[in-house]
């Protein structure tokens, strides 16, 4: 990724909402979409990635030889170890999103990943560093991490803590749940210790990764559902002590149980659909509903009196909604809380990166217990 089209990138991020809650007919005047068409400056020595070259299904995942781009002022060449695996990826390959343009193509998918550094022209890396790899747009308006080897701005980098391997490190990043859970929670919800919080879905990544954060918060109850008994007990040997079983009970009565029929003060959902209405009657009077996907539908019913009597305050999630010194200051935040254990980046499975089109379709179609990642030198 050059420079140039970082800023190219950032120019589109506003209409880009949380990674996995776009609806697919979202619209924008394309006027207004600035892609990266520039060409990349090229060397010579070839890298392998996965590039879409038409929008369809997952075979579009296409594993090719490119050039590698040479380094420029201030820019980090990364050797990716590890990349991971986002439901807006398939979204964007699928041509579902309002970017999904003839003029935005090829390009290379991925969000994020994890490498090593194997040149620097910026002060802030050396040789040898272990970095996560992110920033806006990647994948989607600029050439993104899947690939053997990433040149982006020393500003799209940050230090891998000790003792995090690069598979738990491209985890982390994937499906950005611990990003989404953190602001739902402090900055949306403004939650409070003590609180308690329901996040729908224990194996995906909003669902799991609030989770997590919401016991580093502090909170009295953090509960999860899962859609198998299987799911369930798998959930509870890693350590989630809250966890319904949809498969033995609905919603609702599990919440019920579990609070002792008080409700959840807090719902940070990525879910939808059709538990839509059934999380909005766990709800705790005063309580706050944060609806941050819709890995379930996008099509809900409600009962009303849901809302009415019970005061309660229903808010979307995107990104767009937080300054950017927000956002640094929550993933400041996120990685204390990585350094210091509180949080577990949980792998569903790894695959090579030669197996692109199958390791999206097992993230999409089996729903796994964590994040999927792919091993580019594989």
Do not use: C
């Not at 050797?79 to 309002?98: K, Y």
């Not at 997590?212 to 799911?231: C, D, P």
């Not at 009565?253 to 959902?269: E, L, N, Q």
């Amino acid at each position: 990724m050059s420079t140039t089209g970082a800023k190219h990138a950032f120019h589109i991020w506003n209409f880009i909402s949380q990674h996995s809650s776009l609806p697919p007919e979202l619209e924008q005047p394309t006027s207004l979409i600035k892609i990266d068409a520039q060409p990349l400056r090229r060397s010579r020595k070839a890298m392998k990635a996965v590039q879409y070259q038409t929008y369809g299904d997952y075979s579009e995942n296409r594993l090719v030889d490119l050039p590698q781009p040479e380094l420029g002022d201030g820019e980090v060449r990364v050797e990716m170890r590890a990349v991971g695996i986002n439901p807006l990826d398939n979204t964007f390959r699928s041509g579902h999103i309002f970017f999904s343009l003839p003029q935005n193509l090829p390009r290379i998918g991925g969000q994020s990943g994890a490498g090593m550094v194997a040149e620097s022209n910026s002060d802030a890396f050396k040789v040898g560093d272990r970095v996560f790899v992110a920033a806006p747009g990647l994948g989607l308006v600029v050439d993104g991490t899947w690939r053997d080897t990433v040149v982006a701005p020393a500003t799209s980098l940050s230090l891998i803590p000790e003792g995090i391997d690069y598979d738990h490190a491209a985890a982390y990043l994937a499906g950005a749940g611990y990003l989404t859970g953190y602001l739902s929670l402090t900055e949306i919800a403004k939650f409070k210790p003590g609180q308690s919080v329901l996040a729908p879905a224990i194996g995906g990544a909003v669902g799991m990764e609030t989770t997590q954060v919401a016991r580093r918060l502090g909170a009295s109850l953090a509960i999860s559902t899962a859609g198998s008994t299987e799911k369930a007990e798998q959930a509870r040997a890693a350590g989630y002590e809250h966890v319904i079983d949809l498969s033995k009970e609905n919603l609702k009565d599990g919440v019920m149980r579990i609070t002792g029929g008080k409700g959840v003060d807090i719902i940070v959902d990525g879910v939808s659909g059709r538990l839509t209405g059934q999380a909005l009657s766990s709800l705790a009077s005063g309580g706050t509903f944060v609806i941050a996907g819709y890995a379930g539908g996008r099509d809900a019913e409600i009962n009303v009196t849901d809302i009415i009597w019970k005061a309660a305050t229903i808010r979307g999630f995107t990104f767009r909604l937080f300054a950017p010194q927000t956002i640094a200051a929550a993933s400041a935040a996120l990685a204390g809380f990585l350094k210091e254990g509180s949080l577990q980046p949980t792998i569903g499975k790894v695959f090579p990166m030669s197996q692109a089109s199958e390791a999206v379709r097992f993230l999409i179609e089996e729903r796994p217990f964590g994040r999927v990642i792919m091993n580019p030198g594989r």
